[in-house]
């Protein structure tokens, strides 16, 4: 399991992300060259240069949301520019795209950042409505991929059909509540108003029924925090069928980037429903019942993934991985090792869990459960700093990815194995890149007393490493 450092401080990781973001430039500027607007969406590096890969298009926004990060953390408004005019450019088929569950991803990554620097005063371009506008359409959008239950509640369904419920999708709901924030519905038959705040909550509440486990008996498999990566259900009456994968290893193993997106989901839909009033909760079964289900839900995965992760909070992909048991049984008490011969790591799924575990740990630490949350915390941080520095941070400026050692969908083998290597590795992802550039900028700002990073921004200064001391007297977090 991982071991926590706690001395390390968002101050002290100062160091390694101004190397990041460094870096960062040079990336975005070489895939710029090789990937321009209107060119196939890249998804992964093969030798160091991004290249596409046709499943569906939920990357674009990655990149493009790249460039608005660049800015945030820099104000280098070359990078705003680049991400603004692409936004403007290619993202429109992405705002009314039905066939997807990502509108989180790609939407809220740009145009999302755009409404959110703009809210904060860092962008004033005049153009705030029309940001408004493609938010409100993307979160209904995201909203109408509905499919009942037996039970009379829903799940926005994957792409894989309307008997799929994927874990992924729970990131993505971040559509629906910034389309909720904006006063938006979902109109349906004979003038229907759908709120997607209930989508979003019905939604958050099955992922967390049927896709997440807690130790209580469900199956044989049934390990507490463990997620599955799809659950099926009949689409004739709506009843759960069994659980499934399409990238993890097995349907009882865990993939872990699929439980890296139920951490940071579950944690951000914590932050957000924070923020919302008692009478906009009491129809979906109120705040005590909403914050209970969402914390089971974030708690569960990152402990899972506290307690399955190498010592230096590096997973590998899948926890079930069969190449695993040639490791020996102490692999996950040293750091992960990325060339090993039997099985990749994800370290898109490290970038990915670091911010839920961090979000996680803010937001006990805020609720006066300052131990509980400050190991969550110092994980994170711990995490962090590892995905910031070598071997995993690429210093090559040949190489245009920006976070090594992502893999995208091992079972298919559509990942780069180098010469010489008998599994993938020395290859990045565009989720991967971006949610490393996410954490530095969460981290960041935390450090240097700015307003905290949420997609649902702006948000008070309270993140501040010496806000979090108040509410923790002697955790060791500044």
Known sequence: MIEIDHALTPVGLLKGIDRLWELSAQKIDAI???????????VFTVGGLYTARGWTEWTQGFQYGSALLQFDATGERRFLELGRQSTVAVMASHVSHIGVHDHGFNNVSTYGNLWRLTREGRVQDGQLPFYELALKISGAVQAARWRTTADGTGYIYSFNGPQSLFVDTIRSCRALAIGHLLGHVLMGERDERISLLGRLIEHTRNTARWNVYYGEGRDSYDVRGRTAHESIFNVNDGSYRCPSTQQGYSPFSTWTRGLAWAMVGYAEQLEFVATLPDEALTPYGGRAEITAML???ATATCDFYLENTAADGI??????????VRL??????????PYNAHEPVDSSAAAIGAQGLLRLGRYLIAEGRPEQGQRYWQAGLTVANTLFAEPYLSTDAQHQGLILHSVYHRPNGWDHIPAGQRVPNGESSMWGDYHARELALYLQRIARDQPLYTFFGPAPAGGSESAIQDNNPGGGVA
């Open 32 to 42: 710029e060259k090789t990937c321009p607007p209107g060119a196939a969406s890249p």
């Open 295 to 297: 914390l089971k839900a």
């Open 315 to 324: 997973p590998y992909w899948d926890t079930g991985a069969p190449g695993l």
């Open 328 to 337: 020996g049984d102490d692999y996950l008490s040293r750091p992960a090792d």
